[in-house]
């Protein structure tokens, strides 16, 4: 209301409407679920907003038992409340109103959802003789529940944005939406969308759309105004406003933006903004728990000394290598000699001859094979191929090369320190045993080392 039109002191009063049109008419145009039970508990009324909310028209609901339409589990207490309200004796009854109850209430497909009633006690009063009840849906809170548990949980990314689009889409509101996967290095995957036009919006800078890059929102945008590629498949799907609001990890390596559109222009926006900045909430508390998550599980499986993967890294990767191809190998590293060179030198400067050591094998492996940290001075490379085709040859010269890397000495301080490999090599075979491939694999390490070091062998019961 403009400032101009605000009645001034002079103005005539205007006095409240009292006729029963009137009052009937605020009922139904009220947003909030209105509904009048007699005291043997059949609907005598309900308003529009009640109908909109349980999917029961007037004409089907009046003369219903409210307890055939309650969930049978619940029946039990409700029955209970029901009675301590319509028992005149009682203290409950003799109370104007009692606080919200939640209990499920059968809609007309079926299904079952929860709703929060208040109520308020007019029994014996000459116009209504009932118990009047406002009804308010809990599936807000339900969607809310569901978002915290699978971020308590730790659950993926997945199993968090479902319950988020569903509850930007809630009444009153007519959104469709949809929820993107956006990683450091721009591959954007859509985790979510309830529309099939949202399913694979650009992203990239060049295709200016206003939710490309950092820019995290929440704003509003006319679908007239995107590309005029996108506008048109957009448009055509009937949208005429877009939101978006975007969240992104402490360390910015993965996004999650999202995408609602809206067939009203929405031109003031306040409403559409404030949910988008719910969902926007939202996906930023599963984003910084799953950037918890990857801290904590990089940290376990990492060795602190060299940054290399550990001896944990190495049996969640075996066991998926188990799980999928018979085809690697695992080469089992001691380093010869390092006893002397902690004995001669302290175990700081050996921990320094270690983190070298772990840099010339990273060296000589290819880029896709597994170099990790058993602890001590005891590595392990898993060799690997992505078609199937890790030959003899290669696992023979790869296990060269390790040896061959370790061969010169290391120069700390003008000072040559003189190190070596001892090499046990081992196959995966059909049996696809873990345990039994590191025992094979460490066993012909020691074969190697009882040879004089500097060497690799190969485990003959799966000698490549």
């Not at 978006?244 to 926006?269: F, I, K, N, Q, W």
């Not at 188990?322 to 050996?350: C, P, R, W, Y």
């Not at 001590?376 to 090369?401: K, N, P, Y």
Request: aromatic share 6%; with cysteine; net charge negative.
């Amino acid at each position: 209301m403009r400032p101009s039109t605000l009645p001034s002191a002079s103005d005539p009063v205007r006095e409240s409407p009292t006729t029963p049109e009137f009052s009937q008419r605020v009922l139904e145009q009220l947003p909030t679920a209105v509904v009048v039970l007699a005291r043997d508990g059949t609907i005598v009324y309900g308003n529009r907003a009640a109908t909109a909310l349980t999917g029961w028209t007037p004409e089907q609901s009046i003369g219903l038992q409210i307890l055939d339409l309650i969930h049978p589990d619940d029946v039990p207490w409700a029955v209970g409340a029901f009675a301590d309200i319509v028992d005149e004796a009682s203290e409950l009854s003799r109370r104007l109103s009692w606080a919200p109850v939640r209990f499920r209430v059968r809609g007309t497909d079926g299904d079952y959802s929860t709703v929060e009633v208040t109520g308020a006690n007019a029994l014996g009063d000459p116009d209504v003789d009932g118990l009047i009840y406002s009804l308010r849906s809990c599936r807000d809170d339900e969607l809310v529940d569901e978002i915290f548990t699978a971020v308590a949980a730790s659950q993926p990314i997945d199993a968090a944005v479902p319950p988020i689009i569903q509850r930007l889409l809630l009444p009153p509101l007519r959104f469709e939406a949809a929820v993107y996967e956006v990683d450091a290095s721009g591959h954007v995957r859509c985790v979510e969308s309830s529309h099939p036009s949202l399913r694979n919006l650009p992203f990239r800078r060049e295709d200016a759309v206003p939710w490309g890059g950092l820019d995290t929102g929440p704003a509003r945008v006319d679908v007239a105004a995107l590309p005029p590629g996108l506008a048109s498949e957009v448009g055509s799907a009937g949208f005429r406003a877009a939101f978006y609001a975007a969240s992104h990890a402490p360390d910015l390596a993965r996004s999650l933006v999202v995408v609602a559109a809206t067939r009203e222009p929405h031109d003031g926006a306040k409403g559409p903004i404030d949910r988008l900045r719910r969902a926007q909430e939202s996906l930023a508390t599963v984003l910084l728990r799953a950037h918890h998550d990857r801290s904590i599980r990089n940290d376990a499986h990492r060795d602190d000394l060299t940054g290399l993967p550990n001896r944990l890294a190495l049996h969640h990767l075996l066991d998926r290598l188990t799980q999928s191809t018979d085809d690697a190998a695992m080469l089992f590293v001691d380093v010869d000699g390092f006893k002397a060179v902690n004995d001669q030198h302290g175990h700081q400067f050996g921990d320094r001859v270690l983190s070298a050591i772990a840099g010339r094998l990273e060296r000589a492996a290819r880029p896709q094979d597994f170099v990790c940290r058993l602890g001590g001075d005891e590595f392990a490379i898993v060799l690997t191929d992505g078609e199937g085709r890790l030959t003899d040859h290669t696992v023979r010269t790869m296990a060269g090369c390790v040896v061959a890397s370790l061969a010169d000495p290391i120069s700390f301080d003008g000072e040559l320190v003189p190190v070596g490999a001892s090499v046990g090599v081992a196959r995966l075979d059909a049996a696809r045993d873990v345990d039994l491939l590191i025992g094979r694999a460490d066993g012909a390490m020691y074969r190697a080392k009882r040879e004089g070091g500097g060497r690799y062998h190969l485990d003959q019961t799966s000698a490549a």
